[in-house]
T-cell receptor, first 108, second 115 residues
Framework: KNEVEQSPQNLTAQEGEFITINCSYS?????LHWLQQHPGGGIVSLFM???GKKKHGRLIATINIQEKHSSLHITASHPRDSAVYIC??????????FGTGTRLQVFP | NAGVMQNPRHLVRRRGQEARLRCSPM?????VYWYRQLPEEGLKFMVY????????ESGMPKERFSAEFPKEGPSILRIQQVVRGDSAAYFC?????????????FGPGTRLLVL
């Protein structure tokens, strides 16, 4: 069993829909990253959080340390949001442990 | 301020050849991380370096793989005597190195294909 699990693995949505991607982890962590990997392969860091909630534009990330769970929400989704979203955790060290990603496709 | 640079972006090697992958961190960043993404798999940690020091190489195969981050110049990930199973995307990330567990900034990756 992976230490970091994401759900769903694949997600399709119509433009404008509200999207939620979930991440559960089984190790103690000091912080969690949400990353976006575009079809071309480049990786962008969206958020790093260790408690509570962060918002950037249409993206919202929340984390519940007690429940070992984080969610990434996208409001008013757009086709340009189509990408793989990856959850990664810092297990108290500087090396990240990654989930296998959620592939999102948003159709116009 | 340029982001993390990696070159080459694509590299083709025949079995038994050597592959050298370069990573220039963001300006002012002293920590470099290398990750590997095998086809249809998630990213996996390989090695964490600071200038002239390997901090953690627990994710790197014991044989054929080495990494360095010299005082001057880019970080280099070197794979000797490549095999088909080494075909993957190799990503480098950097961070400032001022606090623990900082945001890491990723390069565009090097896609290695071993024929």
């Amino acid at each position: 069993k992976n230490e970091v699990e994401q759900s769903p693995q694949n997600l399709t949505a119509q433009e404008g829909e509200f999207i939620t991607i979930n991440c559960s982890y089984s190790v103690g962590i000091s912080a969690l990253h949400w990353l976006q990997q575009h079809p071309g392969g480049g990786i962008v860091s969206l958020f790093m959080l260790s408690s509570g909630k962060k918002k950037h534009g249409r993206l919202i990330a929340t984390i519940n340390i007690q429940e070992k769970h984080s969610s990434l929400h996208i409001t008013a989704s757009h086709p340009r949001d189509s990408a793989v979203y990856i959850c990664a955790v810092f297990p108290g060290t500087d090396k990240l442990i990654f989930g296998t990603g959620t592939r999102l496709q948003v159709f116009p | 301020n340029a982001g993390v640079m990696q070159n080459p972006r694509h590299l083709v090697r025949r079995r038994g050849q050597e592959a050298r992958l370069r990573c220039s961190p963001m300006k002012g960043h002293s920590h470099v991380y290398w990750y590997r993404q095998l086809p249809e798999e998630g990213l996996k940690f390989m090695v964490y370096l600071q200038k002239e020091n390997i901090i953690d190489e627990s994710g790197m195969p014991k044989e054929r793989f080495s990494a360095e981050f010299p005082k001057e110049g880019p970080s280099i990930l070197r794979i000797q005597q490549v095999v088909r199973g080494d075909s993957a995307a190799y990503f480098c990330a950097s961070s400032p190195g001022q606090i623990l567990q900082e945001t890491q900034y990723f390069g565009p990756g090097t896609r290695l294909l071993v024929l």
